[in-house]
């Protein structure tokens, strides 16, 4: 079956610490995309990439950091400068780029301890 | 900056009954919008693009039209069933995807 699957499900970050989520598609898509949602507002973009090797940041890229060395890959790197990190993270992908029908992973929750 | 909104917040509805959920937006240069569903504690499923060029497009019991002049669109649902409970949110793209907040819907047996 083709799709995303975004790991942990649950997350637990300690003060200073940085945590990393997965983000991984089989569908060959080029774009992927990370959002933040927090409750009772939408989902605002963090950082996206069109390409393997190439990411732009998106409306709140502070205090987080990414990487795409693999086309199928797009891990999320939570920092320590990021000091309200408790959000539902969605990562998401589309074949070209954002103007298409895009495919969202289940989601992974961090929370802080 | 585009802002999209999405009136009521939450509803709630017998089943059976025929429904209509609002997105308005503030910028009508739009080259799509999008309807996603989401379950509690999950991603987020689409049910409906359509191109900024339509009017409306239909999947099953749901129909979602859009007035980019005006800057408003409307998801039907036809005969809501318990099924259909859940988070819907509207989408628009230019060159990035803007969320509504959503509107939690609750069809009741």
């Known amino acids: 079956d083709g799709g995303i699957t975004q790991s942990p499900k649950y997350l637990f970050r300690k003060e200073g610490q940085n945590v990393t989520l997965s983000c991984e598609q089989n569908l060959n898509h080029d774009a992927m995309y990370w959002y933040r949602q927090d409750p009772g507002q939408g989902l605002r973009l963090i950082y996206y990439?069109?390409?393997?090797?190439?990411?732009q940041k998106g409306d709140i890229a502070e205090g987080y950091s990414v990487s795409r060395e693999k086309k199928e890959s797009f891990p999320l790197t939570v920092t320590s400068a990021q000091k309200n990190p408790t959000a539902f993270y969605l990562c998401a992908s589309t074949e070209n780029g954002p103007r298409e029908t895009q495919y969202f992973g289940p989601g992974t929750r961090l929370l802080v301890l | 900056k585009q802002e999209v909104t999405q009136i009521p917040a939450a509803l709630s509805v017998p089943e059976g009954e025929n429904l209509v959920l609002n997105c308005s937006f503030t910028?009508?240069?739009?080259?799509?919008l999008q309807w996603f569903r989401q379950d509690p504690g999950k991603g987020l499923t689409s049910l409906l693009l359509?191109?900024?060029?339509?009017r409306e497009q239909t999947s099953g019991r749901l129909n979602a039209s859009l007035d980019k002049s005006s800057g408003r669109s409307t998801l039907y649902i036809a005969a809501s069933q318990p099924g259909d409970s859940a988070t819907y949110l509207c989408?628009?793209?230019?060159?990035?995807?803007?969320f509504g907040a959503g509107t939690r819907l609750t069809v009741k047996p």
């Open positions: 990439s069109q390409i393997v090797n190439d990411f």
């Open positions: 359509i191109q900024s060029s339509q």
């Open positions: 989408a628009v793209t230019r060159n990035d995807m803007r």
């Open positions: 910028d009508s240069a739009i080259y799509n």
